[in-house]
């Protein structure tokens, strides 16, 4: 069972623990576009690896913001009942292949679920100067959480408990206020 956020200890907690997430951002002219990506955490900031031609390094470039949705995962997938924290904040993009390589050295062990293999770290690099690789760094401001849904085999349909709890922003830092 998902523990409680209510804090912003607990939530960057829970942002440190998963690797999963949908970012969001707003489109020209369309509604907004949402895709599953892989991240790491580099300090306080989630990091993830785009080509630099992707519309997530565009939209980051042009709106400088992004939210993403972290997904709570368990050994074989996500957890159940979905257990899910919702993170906004600036968005930049670096082209710089050393920060790419430090982000890929911490994502690529995340994406094939095991340690990369000695000396493997040339061949990777390589892929990312192929593929125009940027890093997107979304450095948190404000976080969204809604409790997960009670069990509804435990659910009592006559209590006065509600089965589902209402969410809460909450700055990303204690200080933030």
């Excluded at 951002?25 to 989630?46: C, E, L, W």
């Excluded at 979304?138 to 085999?153: A, G, K, L, Q």
Aim: contains cysteine.
């Amino acid at each position: 069972m998902a523990q409680p956020m209510n804090d912003a200890s607990s939530r960057r907690d829970f942002v440190r623990r998963n690797h999963t997430c949908v970012v969001s951002y707003d489109r020209k002219t369309a509604p907004p576009s949402m895709s599953i990506v892989h991240y790491a955490m580099d300090g306080d900031d989630i990091v993830f690896l785009t080509m630099a031609e992707r519309q997530k390094a565009k939209a980051a470039r042009r709106l400088g913001q992004m939210s993403a949705c972290i997904l709570a995962g368990e050994p074989g997938g996500l957890s159940w009942p979905p257990e899910y924290l919702v993170v906004d904040g600036k968005a930049s993009v670096s082209n710089d292949m050393d920060e790419v390589m430090g982000v890929a050295a911490k994502i690529v062990p995340i994406m094939i679920g095991r340690p990369l293999p000695e000396g493997a770290l040339p061949g990777v690099r390589k892929v990312m100067e192929r593929e125009k690789r940027v890093v997107i760094r979304i450095t948190p401001e404000s976080t969204f959480h809604s409790p997960s849904v009670h069990d509804v085999e435990d659910a009592d349909p006559d209590s006065d408990q509600p089965l589902h709890g209402l969410g809460a922003r909450i700055a990303w830092r204690d200080d933030q206020g």
